[in-house]
Structures are given as structure tokens and as C-alpha cells.
């Protein structure tokens, strides 16, 4: 007589795995985001000064926007190589903008500087990031 027994489903990864996994992803985006800086707004201030617009540059909104652009674009390169969905890449994209976007009115009236705006744009970034990171934490449950 055969007996046949069932497969044995597979467990859910631990808290504790799900979690490292989730950090590992951020901490990969922001690595990405570092080598899009240092890659991308380069060429893109000597394009601008080539065009003969180099004074915008020293604006600290242009400058915000031109760092969020060479982060985005480094950022969901890695997110389209480790097979993240266009959909996951675009709520990620969107976190490392509108944090800025939203501070453009306040450094355009005067109610906020332009350290201001690359500092509290860069810690309502990186929180977006992570709450959008937390959010699909149990997408980074397994290996890309």
C-alpha cells in the first residue's frame, strides 16, 4: 500500500527576516541614490553651463530638483534590476520628489531657506522612503 503525504507548506519568513530584508532594500536605494549624485548631477551642471545657464544652478530649488532627478533615475535603475514592479518603482520615485515640491511655495516666499529646503527635503524623503519601504515590506521576502 502507497501512502502519499501532502507538501508541507512553506512557513512565512520571521519579523526578524522580513525586516533585515526590508532595511537591505533601503539601505541598496540609498547607496543608489549616492552614486546617482556623484554620476548624474555633474554632467548635468556642466550641460547647464554650457547652455549658458549655470547661474540656475546656484539656486537652491534647481539644485534640489536637479539632486532629486540623479537620485530617482540612479534609484529606479537598481529597483527595475532587482525585478521591482513600475508600480512599486513609481511610489518610491514619487517619495523622493514630493517632499521637495512641497517645500518649493515655503523657499519661494521667503518662509524657508535654501539650506532649509535641502535639509528638511532630504528627511521628508528619506521618511517617505521608508514608509513606502515599510509598506511593501513583505515584498523584499525573498531574493531578487
Known sequence: ??????????????????????????????????????LFVPPIQWGLAAAGWSNAAERADVRAMIMATAMAVAMAGWMLIRRHGRAEVTEMTAAMYLPFVALL??????????????????VLMMSAMAVVVYRHRHHHTRRH
Open 1 to 38: 500500500m502507497t501512502t502519499t503525504t501532502a507538501a508541507q507548506p512553506t512557513s512565512a519568513p520571521s519579523r526578524m527576516a522580513t525586516t533585515r530584508r526590508a532595511a537591505l532594500h533601503y539601505l541598496e536605494m540609498s547607496a543608489a541614490m549616492g552614486a546617482g549624485m556623484i
Open 105 to 122: 511655495l515655503p523657499y519661494r516666499v521667503g518662509a524657508l531657506s535654501g539650506d532649509g529646503l535641502m535639509v528638511l527635503g532630504h
